[in-house]
């Protein structure tokens, strides 16, 4: 796939476009964020689930619904539901997606509504910390005092701005289908990465429940290309 002027700028999502985080990773951060609202909320379990479910598909990340509602402080939040101890050993990923990723030309940024902690690890993990030109994390996502994560499109007109780029040259490689609406609508380019969407699974955040992206046939407008393989890139 190539940009529409020059080199391509890819940005690139880590939980289930990188690494496999349905296989273990999504179900322990799930436990982490359910623990963590019962303990710091005060609810019975079954209400902290469903917070923590409804919190993501209202605002597309459980901890906005959390510092809005609840008074949560975010830096607090993704440290402790995050630190996951042995989390290294849980990161799987295909060997020739790595190697495909490696050798991908153009700029590669890594952005994700994970915190910056949690995302180097992983990529440390899949020893790929040194393709990225930087990684953009949760904590780098607040906007006027308000964080603002994909999908909010003035998260990314406020990235492409920093990194002096325009839509056009950039390309949005991502699980997420929402995420992939309004980049495409800001007029990037976007690859759908399917590889990881087993049945059952969402593809979604790890603060999604079950039903949160759709299981789709076809490909959406908004899809340019999708794709089972980091290697079919390269094509």
Request: with cysteine; net charge positive; aromatic share 6%.
């Amino acid at each position: 796939m190539k940009a529409k002027a020059g080199a391509p700028v890819w940005l690139f999502d880590l939980d289930n476009t990188l690494h496999n985080a349905s296989a273990r990773v999504f179900a322990e951060l799930n436990v982490a964020m359910t623990d963590y609202i019962v303990s710091h909320v005060q609810v019975e379990r079954a209400e902290a689930n469903r917070l923590r479910a409804l919190y993501w598909h209202r605002y597309g990340a459980t901890l906005l619904g959390l510092e809005r509602h609840h008074g949560v402080n975010a830096g607090h939040f993704l440290h402790h539901t995050h630190a996951l101890p042995g989390l290294e050993s849980h990161v799987h990923s295909h060997a020739h997606d790595l190697a495909a990723l490696r050798r991908l030309p153009g700029r590669k940024i890594l952005l994700t509504n994970a915190p910056l902690a949690y995302a180097q690890r992983v990529l440390q993990a899949l020893n790929l910390s040194h393709c990225f030109e930087r990684v953009i994390a949760m904590e780098q996502m607040r906007m006027f005092g308000q964080l603002r994560p994909k999908p909010d499109a003035r998260m990314f007109r406020h990235v492409l701005a920093r990194l002096h780029l325009q839509a056009g040259q950039c390309v949005l490689v991502e699980d997420t289908l929402v995420h992939q609406k309004t980049a495409r609508r800001l007029g990037m380019q976007t690859v759908w990465m399917q590889r990881w969407l087993h049945e059952g699974k969402s593809g979604a955040p790890a603060t999604a429940s079950a039903a949160a992206q759709p299981r789709l046939r076809r490909r959406p407008v908004y899809v340019d290309q999708r794709v089972h393989s980091l290697a079919e890139l390269l094509r």
